[in-house]
């Protein structure tokens, strides 16, 4: 299989690649993991389910209309595929039981994000799940996470996951906000201009509002209660960086707790292809290093959306479009100078929506006090079970990055590949060396990105030779 | 400046080893690793602890090595119950196979050698095999058995040898770089370091594919072969496995481990690659069929190597003093007992093993080209 | 087809109409499930919410990121082991087991 351009991802950057780049002549194949394109913002109801149109937000229309695009533009799309690796720029996907090797001139690379994970007492009880799970358990699988839920994190995000909580009838005992109105009054400044995210925001609000959904401001999940299965959820009031106040703790009862305090970019396949990376101290998290054009260090491959930095989907559709057109610039099918002047105005909207990214970065961006439970006897890698206190016990016998962690006590070895535990181990690892959190490398990642059958992988479509260990 | 009874070049298995030797028999050690431990070749080890297994076609099993392998055996034993469980120390057999009638001679040349060494092997037939291992497909015509092979963590163990010699006093440092030794006369006294100079009464040198060049600094020439190998992991199955099978294990985990492929000539010798990828996962499904269900979680690739005749490189070279090498492809086996010989050469002069075909000056001269070259080594 | 469909457990949200009605088999027990739905799903609405127990201290386990990362939500179908509820599809008459994840044969 081959194509000038090859996308992987098919979240609102993904798709606004392959569109910028198929519109501009260049043949173009999607890979997406999920059933069907939209990524999470986009996501949509499963096959066979008919929703009233009430009971649709409006990501739903917009995706349909990005889908649609897609066909128009005979972009093909393979779902349910699972890019597990890119060997001399051949990309290595598994889907439908086979893995297939595909060749592109130019690679985009959208593989977003999901929400980062924060260890609490009791995180691993079920019925505590991340954001973006009960967002999309309730979205796209009409089902409840919980019926009386509590959402607890940090910033702008929690507003449409509680909006689609809402819309699948969950009763939201309360949205806790670990900042306070107060605090945002700085960034007022960088916020100046961004109407329609604004509007937005204020529609999600009054929505909540009107489902008399209580928000409390300044607080954070410390605890999660059950034996097995959460039947009530503790928070507490919280300084400045985040650290519970002792003796503002009060519980509240609810069968189930989603967290949200920010994103971890899905950069596994960036970094395995050997695409550079920063990292940013607010997210205090790595991201793939890019141009303006959206160029990576590798000629060829370019990036949009989260795993660049984390700015939401109108950033997101206006970095794939601009990688999009580079694409096709890449591999001919536009002139420099036609592809200069299509980026103009996405590369300045891009900048414009930036500014945005980064006052919401440093206003919710994660605080010391978002690790105070990192220590003694928690969960830290859910895979491996490992606690807090073999990390630290490690860290004090000389370990100083994530692989000499995983080496020691398997954190990271597991299924997840790291995907949960990494960022906590890697504070643990700067709070017991005292070294910033951004001197710790991010690991090597070698294929496959995600766990595949070994029958998969051998159902391969290029020739290897045959026998012998 | 430092100064420090024993200074080790090298934080992997053998740089550790000799580490924890050392200061236990109460040696001032400083150890310097250039990156982190076990990043080097242990980490691409496949951590048996074998007699029978060979990666190399001896005609004749030298006796001396098997005696080496055996008291590195008992020695991970005892460290076992010193260190602990990252050990991982498990001695559950091993089963070598062989696919076709030339390999089963070779191999029952090899069983009778190991036996008259006082090995307990036998070579089986696939009967036999199955009844061991009933996950090994037919493709394995006969195999040798060792009962009392065993197997580690490589890891763990890197950890574990440094975690008890820092523990005993010796200092044990990464991110440090060694450059060049010192020499005064015909006597090693130091290491010129990232971080400084290092003086030391012996100078250990363990780190691998650095030794050739570290050694060429006071003219001493060790011929390596350099190869790429690739070791795989699954995801935690139910048991399958019970002893390990040529290079595919079960580990306490839960997980299969296999490799390694071996691939000269390469510039990366940390990416993997699909073809190498491939290879192993035929090779392994074709031995073993029911991992083909298993998921494949992880793949990794590092530089293996082997002094060109296949033996290790133990102790003191010819004509200079101060300087230990420990250059060997299986250092997972070797490691305590090559740990144990440094330290009593430090501090005795002789040791109790029979090293004397692993000295550095049974190499010809032409093969003392200085320098590691790439070429593919047989199985 | 689209049936509506009254909760169940209270956790399917009412209203909404659902693909064709099969069957599939939880721990030996028939339950019923619509196309388009996800293992998940099928399993959360039924109350079944510790999906597996982990290898070393056998704690109870559910979902936790839902979109295919993190690898908690694990279950057996049809004889293979850790497969991911959340993107796991359900099909008709399969055999899904509630697993105790294997690993750590030695541990306590």
Redesign the interface.
């Known amino acids: 299989m081959q194509a000038d351009v090859v996308v992987v991802g098919g979240g609102p950057a993904g798709m606004a690649a392959a569109t910028a780049a198929a519109e501009a002549g260049a043949s173009v194949i999607m890979l997406d993991e999920y059933p069907k394109p939209g990524g999470q913002f986009f996501k949509v109801t499963g096959d066979g389910f008919s929703v009233a149109q009430k009971r649709m937000t409006r990501e739903h229309a917009r995706g349909e209309v990005w889908r649609e695009k897609l066909r128009h533009l005979n972009i093909r799309v393979l779902t349910r595929a699972l890019v597990w690796g890119r060997f001399d720029g051949r990309v290595m996907v598994a889907h439908e039981g086979r893995s297939k090797s595909i060749s592109g001139k130019a690679l985009v690379i959208a593989t977003g994000a999901y929400d980062r994970p924060v260890a609490f007492p009791g995180w691993t009880l079920p019925g505590v799940i991340m954001a973006g799970g009960a967002q999309t358990l309730a979205k796209s699988q009409w089902v409840k996470p919980g019926q009386r839920m509590l959402l607890a994190g940090a910033g702008p995000f929690l507003l449409p996951v509680a909006q689609s909580l809402l819309l699948a009838q969950v009763k939201i005992a309360a949205l806790v906000e670990a900042t306070k109105p107060i605090e945002w009054l700085p960034h007022i400044g960088a916020l100046w201009g961004q109407w329609p995210r604004f509007s937005e925001a204020w529609e999600y609000r009054r929505n909540l509002a009107r489902d008399n959904v209580p928000m409390i401001y300044g607080h954070k999940i410390v605890r999660a209660i059950g034996e097995d299965h959460v039947n009530g959820a503790v928070i507490a009031k919280v300084d400045r960086d985040w650290r519970a106040i002792p003796g503002t703790e009060r519980t509240i009862e609810v069968d189930a707790i989603a967290t949200g305090y920010g994103f971890l970019a899905n950069i596994e396949l960036a970094a395995s292809c050997g695409c550079e990376l920063r990292f940013d101290s607010f997210a205090r998290s790595w991201f793939v290093r890019c141009s303006q054009t959206m160029a990576t260090n590798l000629s060829g491959v370019f990036v949009a959306g989260e795993i660049t930095g984390i700015g939401g989907s109108a950033l997101a559709l206006e970095e794939g479009r601009i990688a999009g057109l580079s694409a096709a610039e890449f591999v001919g099918a536009l002139s420099s100078g036609d592809a200069d002047d299509k980026r103009r105005q996405p590369i300045a909207e891009r900048v414009h929506l930036d500014r945005f990214a980064s006052a919401l970065n440093r206003l919710f961006g994660p605080r010391p006090g978002l690790w105070e439970f990192l220590k003694n006897g928690i969960t830290v890698c859910r895979c491996e079970e490992v606690k807090a206190a073999e990390i630290e016990a490690c860290v004090a016998n000389g370990a100083s990055t994530n692989k000499a962690i995983k080496d020691w006590t398997r954190a990271g070895m597991g299924l997840c590949e790291g995907r949960i535990c990494r960022a906590m181990v890697n504070e643990i690892v700067a709070r017991e060396r005292r070294v910033e959190l951004g001197t710790i490398p991010f690991p090597s990642v070698r294929p496959p990105i995600k766990p595949v059958p070994i029958s998969t992988l051998l159902q391969v479509d290029i020739q290897t030779e045959s026998i012998g260990p | 400046m430092r100064t420090a009874d024993v200074c080790i070049v090298g934080g992997g298995l053998l740089g550790t080893a000799t580490a924890y030797y050392a200061a236990k028999a109460g040696l001032k050690v400083v150890l310097v690793e250039e990156r ?4 080097g070749t242990s ?1 691409v080890a496949f951590g048996g602890v074998s007699l029978a297994i060979y990666s190399y076609s001896a005609a004749r099993v030298p006796r001396a090595y098997v005696d080496l392998s055996k008291a590195s055996l008992a020695l991970y034993q005892q460290a076992q119950e010193e260190l602990g469980a ?1 050990l991982d120390f498990d001695a559950p057999g091993s089963i070598d196979p062989f696919y076709n009638d030339e390999d089963s001679e070779r191999g029952l040349e090899r069983a009778r050698g190991l036996q008259d060494c006082g090995v307990p092997c036998e070579f089986i037939d696939y009967k036999q095999i199955r009844e061991i291992e009933p996950a090994v497909s037919p493709i394995a015509i006969n195999a040798i058995y060792c009962p009392i092979d065993a197997h580690v963590t490589p ?2 163990v ?2 574990a040898f ?2 008890a010699a ?1 523990q005993m006093g010796a200092e ?1 440092r ?2 440090v770089r060694a450059s060049s030794l010192i020499s005064r006369g015909e006597r090693v006294v130091g290491v010129i370091t990232s971080e400084g100079e290092i003086f030391a009464d012996t100078v250990v040198c363990a780190s691998g594919s650095g030794v050739p060049a570290l050694a060429a600094s006071v003219g001493v020439k060790v011929p390596l072969d350099l190869a790429r190998g690739q070791m795989f ?7 399958l496995l019970r002893t390990y099978v ?2 595919i294990k079960q580990t ?4 299969i481990v296999f490799g390694t492929t071996r691939e000269p000539g390469v510039k990366d010798t ?6 190498g ?10 031995l073993i069929p029911a ?11 590092g530089l293996r190597l082997l002094p060109i005749d296949g033996y290790p490189i133990i102790g003191k070279p010819d004509g200079i003093e101060g300087l230990m090498l420990a250059v060997m492809h299986r250092g997972v086996t070797l490691a305590p007992v090559v740990g144990s010989i440094l330290t009593d050469l430090i501090l005795q002069g002789k040791t109790r093993h029979d090293i004397g075909p692993y000295r550095l000056s049974r190499f010809s001269p032409k093969d003392q080209r200085g320098e590691a070259r790439e070429t593919f080594y047989g ?1 | 087809m689209a049936i509506e469909q009254a909760s169940d457990d209270g956790l399917r949200s009412a209203g909404i109409g659902r693909g064709t009605a099969i069957s599939i088999f939880v721990d030996g027990k028939e339950i019923q499930a619509f196309e388009g739905e996800t293992v998940l799903a099928v399993l959360w609405a039924n109350g079944r919410h510790t999906l597996h127990t982990t290898a070393r201290s056998h704690e109870p386990r559910g979902f936790f990121c839902g979109i295919g990362v993190c690898f908690d939500c694990l279950i057996t179908v049809d004889g293979i082991v850790n497969l991911r509820a959340c993107v796991e599809p359900v099909r008709q008459g399969m055999e899904i087991t509630s697993q105790r994840d294997p690993g750590y044969a030695h541990a306590s």
């Open positions: 982190e431990l076990a990043s980490g990252p890891m763990g890197v950890w440094a975690k820092r044990i990464t991110g992991v699954t995801e935690r199955i139910p048991p040529h290079n306490p985990a839960g997980t940390t990416a993997t690659s699909v073809e990828t491939m290879k192993m996962l035929k090779w392994v499904t074709s991992l083909s269900n298993v998921k494949l979680l992880r793949s990794w690739a199985n």
